[in-house]
C-alpha cells in the first residue's frame, strides 16, 4: 500500500507524507488509515524510514517491513547515483505507479492504492529522490513487478 498526503505547511512549504505498506501487512490483518491522518503507533520503528530536514520542504515516510533492513545491507550507497539520475528514473517509475493506480482490474489493488504527487520540476533533495528511488527498485524485487523496462538491480 501507498499513501500520499500533500499539506500546506506554510506560505510556501509543503509537506509529503509518503506512507508504503506491503501486501504482507494487508494479508496478516493490518490495516492503515486512508483518511490523510495515519496512525503510525502500531508500526514498528525499524520498519519506518524518515526524512525530514528545516532545509528541504518535503518530508518522506516510508513505511514497508524489511526496506529499511534493505536499505542499510543491499542498496547502493548514498553517493552512487547523482540526484539528476535518481530524479528522472523516480520520475518514469511514478508515471507508471499513477497508470497502475488507475487501472486495479489490470493490477493488483493493494500494491497501487494510491497516486503519488511527484513533480519533475520540484526539487525534492537528494535524500528524498534516494530513499524514493531505492523503494522502488526493492518493490519490484520484492513484488515481482516491472515499472519500466529498466531491469531494476542493486
Known amino acids: 500500500m501507498?499513501?500520499?498526503?500533500l499539506n500546506k505547511k506554510a506560505?510556501?512549504?509543503h509537506t509529503i507524507y509518503l506512507l508504503l505498506a506491503t501486501l504482507l501487512l494487508t494479508a496478516c490483518g493490518s490495516a492503515y488509515s486512508t483518511s490523510g491522518e495515519t496512525n503510525?503507533?502500531?508500526?514498528?520503528?525499524?520498519?519506518?524510514?524518515?526524512i525530514s530536514s528545516e532545509d528541504v520542504e518535503y518530508e518522506i515516510i516510508i513505511i514497508e517491513p524489511g526496506f529499511n533492513t534493505w536499505l542499510a545491507t543491499?542498496?547502493?550507497p548514498e553517493g552512487y547515483y547523482s540526484q539528476s539520475f535518481m530524479e528522472s528514473r523516480n520520475w518514469i517509475f511514478?508515471?507508471?505507479?499513477n497508470s497502475r493506480v488507475l487501472q486495479p482490474n489490470r493490477h493488483n489493488p493493494n500494491l497501487y492504492e494510491m497516486r503519488i504527487d511527484?513533480?519533475?520540476?520540484?526539487?525534492y533533495g537528494y535524500d528524498l529522490n534516494y530513499k524514493l528511488y531505492?523503494?522502488?527498485?526493492?518493490?519490484?524485487?520484492?513484488?515481482?513487478?516491472?515499472l519500466s523496462t529498466i531491469i531494476p538491480r542493486i
Open 2 to 5: 501507498i499513501f500520499v498526503t
Open 11 to 13: 506560505m510556501r512549504q
Open 40 to 50: 503510525l503507533d502500531n508500526v514498528p520503528e525499524e520498519d519506518i524510514v524518515k
Open 74 to 76: 543491499s542498496a547502493r
Open 94 to 97: 511514478v508515471q507508471e505507479w
Open 118 to 123: 511527484y513533480r519533475p520540476n520540484i526539487d
Open 134 to 146: 531505492n523503494y522502488f527498485i526493492y518493490f519490484q524485487l520484492t513484488h515481482d513487478q516491472k
